[in-house]
């Protein structure tokens, strides 16, 4: 059965860090371009990141730019987020998502993606 798994959600105080990890059940990620989206209560998803599967070409969206880092392990068939800085309009659920497709260049749609995980809560908060 082919599934992703979110994990490393959690509360943080404003300023602190998280890294979100996404692993996979059923298929190596090496063969994916992965992308982390982000859901927050009353809005819609958004993508955040996206790691290519072509020498690791990575994407980020410029609310998030300089804070987060998407990085892949494959030895461990894993990809990272790690969230710093984080400001109190990051809380959402983040969702990992696996999209066959050539690179990242439409990382931000949903549609690119095939797989996607059940998503780990971020809540940002003092």
């Known amino acids: 059965q082919l599934q992703l798994v979110e994990s490393g959600g959690g509360l943080v105080q404003p300023g602190g860090s998280l890294r979100l990890s996404c692993t996979a059940r059923g298929l190596r990620l090496d063969y994916y371009n992965i992308g982390w989206f982000r859901q927050a209560p009353g809005k819609e998803r958004e993508g955040v990141s996206c790691?290519?599967?072509?020498?690791?070409?990575?994407y980020t969206v410029d609310s998030v730019k300089g804070r987060f880092t998407i990085h892949r392990d494959s030895a461990k068939n894993t990809v990272y987020l790690q969230m710093n800085s984080l400001k109190p309009e990051d809380a959402a659920v983040y969702y990992c998502?696996?999209?066959?497709?050539?690179?990242?260049?439409?990382?931000?749609?949903?549609?690119?993606?095939?797989?996607w995980g059940q998503g780990t809560q971020v809540t940002v908060s003092s």
């Open positions: 790691v290519s599967k072509w020498h690791g070409s990575t």
């Open positions: 998502a696996a999209d066959p497709g050539s690179d990242c260049l439409d990382y931000v749609l949903e549609n690119e993606y095939t797989y």
